[in-house]
């Protein structure tokens, strides 16, 4: 009779699923794939990441390094090329349109994966690619087909929220985060709703991601009607910004993501028609809270690719560096460092691939999920940006390598979307369940 042993190196390899302990090497080892740990994909999902690789690796990695060069004003002038990874990335197709053809179970893996290797590419043109998408895909996800037939997708778009005075509150509707004294003061911007019309006085802040460039906004401000203004009952509005009264400032000259165009955006009673109103004043609450689901979801994406950027380049030249006669992953504590760096980014992609698929599947997404992996996500990618500026010692401050732009891109996004620390807080208000709270006496 055959032996146990012997009938399992009889089998097929393919018939037996994972080898057999006893077909193991004498050393066993794994060599993970570019994303990590990650389950065979989706064949669909597959081709997709390898096509944005690609891309990202040809199109945006040169791009997004010689438009971190150039002044603000530069980035955006006739023939930079910025203007080039526009048309490159136009020529991918990825629009509302398109990505509304594949099947819905195979969406979570679809963002999560795009936004991914976008960040990994480059994380101020992965933004810019990011918001581009606002405008149609809330205007969809609320209902509104007056924007779908009005504005073609190829128009640039933008987020308008921020506001002079006000940052990251402008994402916390219902006050939760207050202090119980304090009020959310004079809003910048205020859009009159009366008569058929939406009129749009004020200005949005210097922080409006593609704002420079944008020529088609989705809008957040205060909403003034009869019963006066009141920015916790706020509008969303899609605004064509060539419309007459719209006017932008200057380009900002930033630390990170020199290659994502930001700048203020002015308005000087801007009048459109109510077709372009998505959300009204009643469900302000409701708008904010959907976009700001979908952005720090974004968030998450974009940041572990940035993360991955930077370990790869650290776990590159860990083997080609010597030290001490040896290349210097030889040594502990790079050995040590590097095996936490991947650790950050195993950790930031799954919790945002865990959330994406809870928040797209789910009848209603949480916010506080998102905020678990932008936070995250966020976070890790300035941990691990920094430790690769470490291994790289001198050489990893200077220009010439890239980690010193990816440290700073990092940095930035420890505040983009609502700071870290505000989200922290807002996130808590949100875990908050009444039916456990016990009756005060």
Same mark, same amino acid.
């Given at each position: 009779m055959?032996?146990?042993?012997a009938?399992?190196?009889a089998l097929?390899v ?7 302990f ?9 060599r993970l794939g570019s994303?990590?740990a990650?389950p ?9 990441? #390898?096509s944005?690789?690609g891309?990202?690796e040809?199109v945006? #990695?040169p791009i997004?390094r010689n438009?971190d060069r ?10 930079s ?5 526009r048309?490159a990335y136009a ?11 594949f $099947?819905?179970?195979l969406?979570?893996d679809i ?11 480059d994380a101020g043109?992965a933004?810019?690619a990011?918001?581009?998408l606002? $405008?149609?895909?809330?205007a969809?996800k609320? /209902?509104n ?21 006000h940052g ?8 939760a985060?207050?202090?119980?004294q ?5 809003p910048?911007?205020?859009a009159k709703?009366s008569?058929?019309k939406v009129?749009i006085?004020?200005?949005k802040?210097?922080w409006?991601?593609n704002g420079?460039i ?12 009869k019963?006066?203004?009141?920015s916790s009952?706020?509008?969303?509005v899609?605004v064509p910004?060539?419309s007459?009264?719209v006017?932008?400032?200057?380009p ?5 993501q020199?290659a994502?165009p930001?700048?203020e955006?002015?308005?000087?009673n801007v009048e459109l028609?109510?077709d372009?109103?998505?959300?009204a ?7 904010v809270?959907?976009?700001?689901s979908?952005?720090?979801a974004?968030?998450?994406g974009?940041?572990?690719g940035?993360a991955?950027a930077?370990?790869?380049?650290a776990f590159?030249?860990?083997?080609e560096?010597k #030290?001490?006669?040896?290349p210097?992953i030889r040594h ?10 991947a650790?950050k ?9 865990r ?11 949480a916010?506080?999920?998102a905020?678990?992996?932008k936070?995250t996500?966020?976070q890790?990618a ?5 430790d690769a500026? #470490?291994?790289?010692g001198?050489?990893?401050v ?9 440290f700073r ?6 505040i983009?979307? /609502?700071?870290?620390?505000?989200l922290?807080?807002?996130g ?5 369940d009444p039916d456990?709270?016990k009756?005060t006496a």
């Amino acid at each position: 009779m055959m032996s146990q042993v012997a009938a399992l190196e009889a089998l097929p390899v393919e018939a037996t699923g994972p080898r057999p302990f006893i077909r193991w090497d004498e050393n066993p080892k794994v060599r993970l794939g570019s994303l990590g740990a990650e389950p065979p994909l989706d064949d669909l999902v597959a081709q997709l990441q #390898q096509s944005v690789h690609g891309f990202a690796e040809k199109v945006m #990695q040169p791009i997004g390094r010689n438009l971190d060069r150039l002044s603000a004003e530069e980035v955006i002038a006739p023939g930079s090329q910025l203007w080039a990874f526009r048309e490159a990335y136009a020529e991918l197709g990825i629009t509302m349109e398109a990505l509304a053809t594949f $099947p819905p179970n195979l969406m979570p893996d679809i963002f999560a994966i795009l936004f991914e290797e976008l960040g990994w590419g480059d994380a101020g043109l992965a933004i810019s690619a990011g918001v581009d998408l606002l $405008p149609h895909y809330m205007a969809a996800k609320f /209902g509104n087909e007056f924007v779908f037939k009005t504005y073609p997708e190829e128009l640039i778009g933008c987020w308008g929220i921020t506001e002079p005075d006000h940052g990251s509150d402008s994402l916390d509707a219902n006050g939760a985060i207050f202090h119980p004294q304090g009020t959310y003061g004079r809003p910048n911007c205020v859009a009159k709703i009366s008569d058929g019309k939406v009129i749009i006085s004020g200005q949005k802040s210097a922080w409006v991601s593609n704002g420079p460039i944008a020529e088609l906004a989705i809008l957040y401000c205060a909403a003034e009607t009869k019963a006066g203004i009141d920015s916790s009952r706020g509008a969303v509005v899609i605004v064509p910004l060539k419309s007459l009264g719209v006017s932008k400032g200057k380009p900002l000259e930033k630390m990170g993501q020199r290659a994502l165009p930001q700048g203020e955006i002015f308005f000087d009673n801007v009048e459109l028609d109510i077709d372009h109103l998505i959300v009204a004043p009643e469900d302000y609450k409701k708008g904010v809270y959907a976009i700001h689901s979908e952005a720090n979801a974004l968030m998450g994406g974009v940041f572990t690719g940035c993360a991955r950027a930077a370990y790869e380049h650290a776990f590159a030249y860990a083997h080609e560096r010597k #030290q001490g006669g040896v290349p210097i992953i030889r040594h502990q504590d790079v050995a040590k460092r590097l095996f936490h760096m991947a650790r950050k980014v195993e950790l930031s992609r799954a919790i945002t691939r865990r959330v994406t698929t809870f928040n797209m599947l789910n009848d209603m997404p949480a916010l506080q999920a998102a905020m678990f992996s932008k936070v995250t996500a966020t976070q890790h990618a300035l941990e691990v940006a920094s430790d690769a500026v #470490q291994m790289f010692g001198g050489n990893g401050v200077t220009r010439e390598y890239p980690v010193e732009k990816i440290f700073r891109d990092a940095r930035s996004s420890l505040i983009e979307d /609502g700071c870290n620390e505000i989200l922290s807080i807002k996130g808590g208000t949100l875990m908050v369940d009444p039916d456990l709270l016990k009756p005060t006496a």
